[in-house]
């Protein structure tokens, strides 16, 4: 951690009344060459503001590869903008545009999960319009933009694989298990735990091969297989195409 960091942190962990907010400013500018921001900090003696200026350049410094990360994030976002966002303005004209023929019949927390994406829209497409207003900004202000936008992105994925995914059949076999045998009763909370489980979790596993961070890659797989095999064991029921996803993620079916 170099000396300006170490310098940036010392004052954010400062009480608000121990903050010399003249001092704290100028090494703000120092760091982002805004004056007019200066000023009004200085002026209005704007200590919240202060605070979340230097916040944000702190946490873009201890970043591990902060740059390198950004430059990732930079490339993910134009296969989201060609991606998800060119769907956006046809799925809002069209909200049952993808709905299961059995929708009305589903649980409310799987249905909850088409009208969240429909939420989430508006909002990946306000940062777009930010990031593209943005474009010569510096990589530290770009970054927390571009790191919500590839999170919403794979939010957004995350439902429409639950929810395509869910099956009602599977769910009610279990149940009926459970009241014939109450001794060995199937835990059908742990079951969707299992599947929210691994659909949350399909996209970090490839985004750790990507990186070939290697240990969290097999830590990560190997509490993804504990679920796939409770799955499994349990008959709950998995989609053949799901089965080819985690194979492919090197998830092993026995």
């Known amino acids: 951690m170099n000396s300006l960091t170490d310098k940036i942190k010392e004052i954010l962990d400062c009480a608000d009344s121990d903050i010399r907010?003249?001092?704290?400013a100028t090494l703000?500018?120092?760091?982002?060459?805004?004056?007019?921001?200066?000023?009004?900090?200085?002026?209005?003696?704007?200590?919240?503001?202060?605070?979340?200026?230097?916040?944000?350049?702190?946490?873009?410094?201890?970043?591990?590869?902060?740059?390198?990360?950004?430059?990732k994030l930079e490339?993910?976002?134009?296969t989201i903008l060609t991606t998800t966002l060119a769907k956006i303005e046809e799925k809002e004209k069209e909200v049952k545009r993808g709905r299961r023929?059995?929708?009305?019949?589903?649980?409310?927390?799987?249905?909850?999960?088409?009208v969240e994406n429909q939420t989430l829209y508006p909002r990946m497409r306000k940062i777009y319009e930010?990031?593209?207003?943005?474009?010569?900004?510096?990589?530290?202000?770009?970054?927390?933009f571009l790191k919500e936008l590839k999170e919403l992105d794979e939010k957004i994925r995350r439902n429409w694989d639950e929810y395509?995914?869910?099956?009602?059949?599977?769910?009610?076999?279990?149940?009926?298990?459970a009241e014939q045998e109450p001794a060995a009763a199937v835990d059908i909370k742990k079951i969707q735990a299992a599947r929210k489980y691994l659909s949350d979790n399909k996209a970090k596993l490839a985004e750790l091969s990507v990186q070939e961070d290697f240990n969290k890659q097999m830590e990560l797989q190997k509490k993804m297989q504990e679920r796939l095999d409770?799955?499994?064991q349990s008959h709950a029921g998995i989609?053949?195409?799901?089965?080819?996803?985690?194979?492919?993620?090197?998830?092993?079916?026995?």
């Not at 995914?165 to 009926?176: H, M």
Request: proline share 3%; glycine share 2%; aromatic share 6%.
């Open 230 to 232: 409770l799955l499994i």
């Open 101 to 114: 023929s059995d929708h009305e019949e589903l649980p409310e927390n799987i249905k909850a999960k088409v």
């Open 28 to 71: 703000l500018l120092q760091i982002n060459r805004n004056r007019v921001l200066y000023e009004n900090i200085v002026r209005r003696g704007n200590v919240e503001k202060l605070r979340y200026e230097l916040q944000k350049m702190y946490d873009f410094r201890i970043q591990e590869n902060a740059v390198e990360e950004t430059k």
């Open 130 to 144: 930010q990031l593209k207003l943005m474009a010569n900004a510096r990589p530290c202000d770009r970054y927390p």
């Open 21 to 24: 907010i003249e001092e704290a």
């Open 164 to 177: 395509d995914a869910y099956d009602a059949s599977a769910d009610r076999a279990i149940e009926e298990q």
């Open 239 to 254: 989609s053949d195409e799901q089965i080819r996803e985690l194979q492919d993620l090197g998830l092993h079916v026995e």
């Open 75 to 78: 490339k993910k976002a134009e």
